[in-house]
Each structure stands twice: as structure tokens, then as C-alpha cells.
């Protein structure tokens, strides 16, 4: 895509100022399910890679926390009798294969990326070095963070918000299946959309945006989220420009 914004069929040659210069983008393990039950759809990846690729050439530094849902879940497993550390260690290694199909989708459409690890696997990733994200993002590159945070007990959500603080992304993107955060069930009906919420709202009225320790996380260091809809075409463009999409977590309403 040009660098410049198309309106219909009017191409006004005004060049696209995106609002972040650093994002977090959090895409769950199921963001890469497509119509399937289990594991990656290739032809999905392919559409999140291309995504990326057009707020990476309009200069945002992006860095990537993705999880392992559509392979396994820690928590499913310890509830059926496995070790929890054990389970999540499984799940741990289960981003690490989105990773590298991620990794995969972003090298065919010519994007400069690097998988990190936090846990040492070093034949396929490097393992994570803070300042060494931050060198890679400065050289625009794509940081595909895998293996959560690598302890266990945690989710990739925490992990989000964590790596965003490290690598002072201004915020953290969600993707989702739905178009935000709703006061109940999305498809219940007469449910309500926030495009704004704040963190204690959200921590109060236990709406499923993100665990507990990733909101608190968020909420103690005044750092915003944006949850959206991945499966619209253009919604992470529109979500860095700034484009009102989703529904927005922060610390005050008013900024
Ligand atoms: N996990 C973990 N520590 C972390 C991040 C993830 O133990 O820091 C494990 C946990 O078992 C989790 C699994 O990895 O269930 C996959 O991550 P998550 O459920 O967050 O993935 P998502 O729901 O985003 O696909």
C-alpha cells in the first residue's frame, strides 16, 4: 500500500501520520485459527502479515506478543489432572510455534522481524534482551515476542502489557474476534459497546478484557489499551492512525 490515505475513489496525496510511533500488538493464539479448530491457518497469517507490513512502512515500530490458545492452554490441561508449571510450560512452547509461523508469513512479504524467546531456544529465536528489542524496533524491525514471559502461571496477556512497559510502547492493541468490550455477552442481545472504559471499571465489573494482573499492570503504570476487532480488513492501520475503532482501557476517562 502507498503511503498515502485513499478516500473511495478519491486518492488524496496526503501522507499517513500514524498516532503511535511504538505499539504492543497482543494477538492470541486463536487469531490464527481462522475457520479452524486447532492450530494455524497459513492463509490467515498471511492477512496478518500483511497488515502489519503497512503500519511498518508508514515507520511505527511494532512489537508482537502472540499466545498459544489454538494449541494449548495451560490452565485447560493442570484443570485435568497435569502439573500446572508443567502445562504451562506446554503452553509456553505453543507461542513459540505461532511465532515462527508468524515469522514465516512476515519473511515471505519481505518484512524485516526477529523471533525472541523467553525461554533459551537459540536454533530458532534469540532470546529475549530488552535493549536488544529495543535496537531491533529502532531499526524497524518487527519483534515477535515468544514463550510468554516464561515463567509459569502467567498469561500472554501479562505478558503484554509487560514487554509494552519494558520497551516503552505508548500502548498495547488486542486484538480480538468482536469489536471491543461489551457490557455482557457480545451476542447476548441489547449488548452495549464501550468505546472508553477505565481500568478499575473494567477490574470492578470483571469484564473480560484482559486477567486481573495484566489490567492492574496497566492501571498502575497509566498505560492504555486498545481493543479491536483483527478480523476487519485495515483495523490495526486504523487503530494507529488513531481512527475511533474498539473500545479504549485507560486510567481516566478524560485525558
Ligand atoms: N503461559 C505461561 N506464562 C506466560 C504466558 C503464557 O505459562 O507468561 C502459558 C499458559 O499455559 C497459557 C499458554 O501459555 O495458557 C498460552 O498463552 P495464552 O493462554 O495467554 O494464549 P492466548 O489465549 O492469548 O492464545
Known amino acids: 500500500m502507498s503511503n498515502f490515505i485513499r478516500l473511495g475513489d478519491d486518492v488524496r496525496k496526503r501522507p499517513m501520520k500514524p498516532k503511535y510511533k511504538r505499539i504492543l500488538l497482543k494477538l492470541s493464539g486463536e487469531a490464527l485459527l481462522g475457520d479452524r479448530e486447532y492450530g494455524v491457518d497459513t492463509a490467515v497469517s498471511v492477512r496478518i502479515a500483511k497488515e502489519i ?10 512489537a508482537i506478543v502472540i499466545g498459544g490458545g489454538n494449541i494449548f492452554r495451560g490452565y485447560a490441561a493442570s484443570e485435568n489432572g497435569m502439573d500446572r508449571a508443567t502445562a504451562d510450560y506446554m503452553g509456553m ?3 513459540c510455534m505461532n511465532a515462527l509461523a508468524l515469522q514465516d508469513a512476515l519473511e515471505k512479504i519481505g518484512v524485516e522481524n526477529r523471533v525472541m524467546s523467553s525461554i533459551d531456544m537459540h ?5 529475549y534482551i530488552r535493549r536488544k528489542a529495543v535496537s531491533h524496533l529502532e531499526k524497524g524491525r518487527v519483534v515477535i515476542l515468544a514463550a510468554g514471559s516464561g515463567h509459569p502461571y502467567f498469561t500472554t496477556d501479562t505478558t503484554a502489557v509487560l514487554r509494552a512497559l519494558e520497551l516503552h510502547a505508548e500502548i498495547v492493541l488486542k486484538a480480538t474476534k468482536v469489536d471491543g ?8 442481545e441489547g449488548a452495549k459497546l464501550y468505546s472508553i472504559l477505565t481500568f478499575s471499571e473494567a477490574l470492578r465489573k470483571e469484564l473480560r478484557v484482559m486477567d486481573a494482573t495484566a489490567l492492574a499492570l496497566c492501571k498502575e503504570n497509566d498505560l492504555q489499551i486498545l481493543v479491536f476487532n483483527m478480523l476487519k480488513d485495515n483495523n ?5 492512525m488513531g481512527e475511533k475503532i474498539g473500545t479504549v482501557v485507560r486510567t481516566k476517562l478524560v485525558s
Open 53 to 62: 507490513k503497512e503500519i511498518v512502512d508508514i515507520g511505527v515500530q511494532v
Open 93 to 95: 512452547l505453543a507461542t
Open 123 to 127: 536454533q530458532i529465536a534469540e532470546p
Open 181 to 188: 468490550i461489551y457490557d455482557r455477552h457480545p451476542k447476548e
Open 236 to 240: 490495526i492501520q486504523k487503530a494507529v
